[in-house]
């Protein structure tokens, strides 16, 4: 369930104004209708989503690639300690997933699935002790590389 919410954040930061709220697109019977949703946190029994560059949180042992920035200021957090952050920096999908795998590797943490697809790479690795997992979502388009890293 907690992965439900951060998917459906991670959905509303790619449909983002980058103006301070988020934009979903929607309706029945063909018509549209605007979501907006506001900076102020969105908080559900399984945790929070916060929109803003201060709020970054990546899970432990985790830092941000270098030189990248918060992708339309977005990140959660669930009450049983998972984070969730978004990224966007110039740079080479390659090089990125390299970045993070060698923090996971650094931790013990053995990649348990990768699957790519068109521009899109997933990967997950699991902590050792078995307290969880962290999970890779990183998409090439153009120069640019954007993504999400979630878990605990």
Known sequence: MR????MAALLLMACSSGEGQAVARGGDQGSQADVV???????????ETKFGDDNQQYPKGFSPYPG???ARNFSA???DGGTA????????VADVI???????????????GQVEGGST????????????????????????????VMGK
């Open 121 to 148: 790479t997933i990967f997950v690795a699991d902590r050792p002790d078995g307290s969880g997992d962290v999970k890779f979502t990183i998409i090439q388009s153009g120069n640019r590389v954007m993504g999400a």
């Open 3 to 6: 992965e439900t919410g951060l």
């Open 37 to 47: 949703t506001p900076r102020a946190p969105v908080r559900d029994g399984a945790g």
């Open 85 to 92: 952050a978004s990224f966007e920096v110039d740079a080479k």
């Open 77 to 79: 957090s669930t009450y």
């Open 98 to 112: 390299a970045h993070f795998r060698k923090q996971a590797e650094a931790q013990g943490m053995k990649i348990t």
């Open 68 to 70: 990248s920035r918060p």
